[in-house]
């Protein structure tokens, strides 16, 4: 029997990586087919995290015709991005041109094709007012739907009842139906401080604004720019290609670098009151989900 996912990625860094290992996972299973569904600010914080190779899917509407399934940095579907990807600049021990072979020989350790087996990717850009894609679910289409990350924007969305983005039409469409069993992995699920990671940063506090930036000069898609005297990355055009960690000559630019937020109780108040909403389901992390769902999976 095919198990039907919808998997909903929301606009967070935290637990992004972390729910692309496990969709990795589900990919590789035949009996599983997978939707995968991006929010407008889900789109643009999987860009900046290097989800997408070039070219990456464009913000352009394609109401009007099919968009095909991007492409995908399919490393991110592997065990061990973060590890790989990560950089920490003038910090860094290993050497760039070792660090750039460790992603190249990641890249070629297996051959399996995830884009080939994902049924279908949902931007919310091409749905429109009315969220078609997402309206469906209320129609039995899935078994399982899954939002992670969910940001502490979704969550209180959705634990309001509030449906006014794609992910949480998916979400709250899905309640509506008689099988379909929605989980929720928040990025702010109890109160106090929550590791993650960042994409590209470039650090202003040792850019020696040198007055030819390599950075910049080696940057396709114009996300660095040199404003009032800084370097700057624009966060809507930065595609995580690491371009500019490979050619910027003082190491002032960091990736997957480690941070700290914290979570206020505004957003734990929303997740506990959408856990006690009936046919939603509010896990801790990603591979919490994956357990719920393999064990459901065998019932």
């Given amino acids: ?14 637990w992004l ?38 070219p990456v899917p464009l913000k352009t509407s394609f109401i009007d015709k099919v ?20 950089w920490l600049g003038i910090n860094e021990s290993r050497e760039i041109n070792n660090f750039l072979q460790d992603i190249k020989n990641a890249e070629s350790e297996e051959d399996f094709d995830y884009e080939e087996v994902l049924n279908d990717v949902i931007f919310e850009i ?35 009842g509030i449906a006014d983005n794609l ?48 950075a910049l000069w080696a940057c396709k898609p114009g996300a660095i720019r040199r404003k009032r005297g800084k370097i700057r990355v624009n966060r809507l055009k930065c595609i995580g290609c690491l371009d500019c960690v490979k050619f910027c000559r003082h190491g002032v630019i960091t990736f997957l670098e480690e941070t700290k937020v914290i979570v206020r109780n505004r957003e734990v108040i929303a997740a506990d009151l959408l856990s006690k909403q009936e046919g939603f389901i509010v896990l801790e992390t990603p ?8 064990k459901e999976m065998k019932k």
């Fill in 1 to 14: 029997m095919t198990i039907r996912i919808a998997w909903g990625i929301t606009g967070a860094g935290c």
């Fill in 17 to 54: 990586l972390e729910s692309f290992e496990i969709l990795g996972r589900f990919l590789k299973d035949s009996n599983v087919k997978v939707d995968l569904f991006f929010s407008g600010a889900g789109r643009e914080v999987a860009q900046n995290y290097g989800i997408f190779e070039s």
């Fill in 67 to 86: 968009r095909e399934i991007p492409n995908f940095n399919q490393d991110v579907f592997r065990i061990g991005f973060r590890e790989k990807y990560n």
């Fill in 126 to 160: 091409d749905e429109g007012s009315s969220f078609p894609s997402g309206a469906s679910a209320a129609n039995n289409r899935y078994d399982f739907i899954v939002i992670s990350p969910a940001t502490g924007n979704t969550v209180a969305k959705v634990a309001n």
């Fill in 167 to 214: 992910i949480t039409n998916l979400a709250i469409m899905g309640n509506k139906s008689e099988n379909s069993k929605i989980i929720f992995v928040p990025t702010d699920l109890k109160q106090g401080e929550v590791k993650s990671y960042l994409p590209i940063m470039l650090h202003q506090d040792t850019c020696k604004k040198c007055q030819e930036c390599s």
């Fill in 287 to 294: 591979e919490k989900a994956y357990d719920y769902l393999v």
